[in-house]
């Protein structure tokens, strides 16, 4: 069945370090992908989606291209915040407009 | 703020009890999915809707129910709560028909069973 798998935390960097958190998916056709992200005590907000292989999905400062060939989402920042410490999920909706989530990510971010 | 509105935000009861959480949808959403999250487990999909009619089912246990209302709103009904019942439960929203929507999602409902 479809899935998502991500790279495993928590993840502590010092402020300004550049940050990449894994995700790989399984899934048939062609799914939409989505990086989700939860601050403390709050509900999941969108964080950038792609809809189709090679498209790069970008906000504030994050950034996540779909490769189809490696069946990847990877998130990647140049330069962390503090503000940026969080739980980050890679998530993807199939066809049938299910969607799959992946475990999270906790990021702390230190100054 | 997403636009969905979940009631109530914390919710502390005891083993056995039955409890309804509630969930409004963004205005014009018809599918809504309800979601678990738990410190163990991550966040699991428990159940969708689409304009009032169960689309999907994921872990969601016997002792589970939910249900979508005609105006759009729905409740996910928890009875014979057990402590490992104790989770954060999420509700989101999806504009119906798009491929390329993306889920809304609410702050969640905090049960504690005590």
């Known amino acids: 069945g479809d899935s998502v798998t991500q790279m495993e935390g928590p993840v502590t960097l010092s402020e300004e370090a550049c940050l990449t958190i894994?995700?790989?998916?399984?899934?048939?056709?062609?799914?939409?992908l989505f990086w989700y992200v939860q601050y403390p005590g709050e509900g999941l907000q969108l964080l950038l989606k792609?809809?189709?292989?090679?498209d790069k999905g970008s906000n504030k400062g994050f950034e996540a291209t779909y490769r189809k060939e490696t069946t990847s989402f990877h998130l990647e920042k140049g330069s962390v915040q503090v503000s940026d410490s969080a739980v980050y999920f890679c998530?993807?909706?199939?066809?049938?407009?299910?969607?799959?989530f992946g475990t999270g990510t906790s990021l702390t971010v230190i100054p | 703020d997403s636009g969905v509105t979940q009631t109530p935000k914390h919710l502390i009861t005891a083993t056995g009890q039955r409890v309804t959480l509630r969930c409004s949808p963004r205005?014009?959403?018809?599918?809504v999915y309800w979601y678990q999250q738990s410190l163990d487990q991550g966040l699991q999909f428990l159940i969708q809707?689409?304009?009032?009619?169960?689309?999907a089912k994921g872990n969601i246990l016997e002792r589970f129910s939910a249900q979508q209302f005609p105006d759009l709103h729905s409740e996910l009904n928890l009875s014979s709560l057990e402590l490992g019942d104790s989770a954060l439960y999420f509700c989101?929203?999806?504009?119906?028909?798009?491929?390329?929507?993306?889920?809304?999602f609410g702050e969640g409902s905090r049960l504690t069973v005590l």
């Open positions: 989101a929203s999806k504009s119906g028909g798009s491929h390329t929507g993306e889920l809304f």
């Open positions: 894994n995700c790989t998916y399984t899934a048939t056709g062609y799914p939409s």
């Open positions: 809707y689409y304009n009032g009619e169960e689309r």
């Open positions: 998530a993807l909706m199939n066809t049938g407009n299910q969607f799959y």
């Open positions: 205005s014009g959403d018809l599918s």
């Open positions: 792609a809809t189709k292989a090679d």
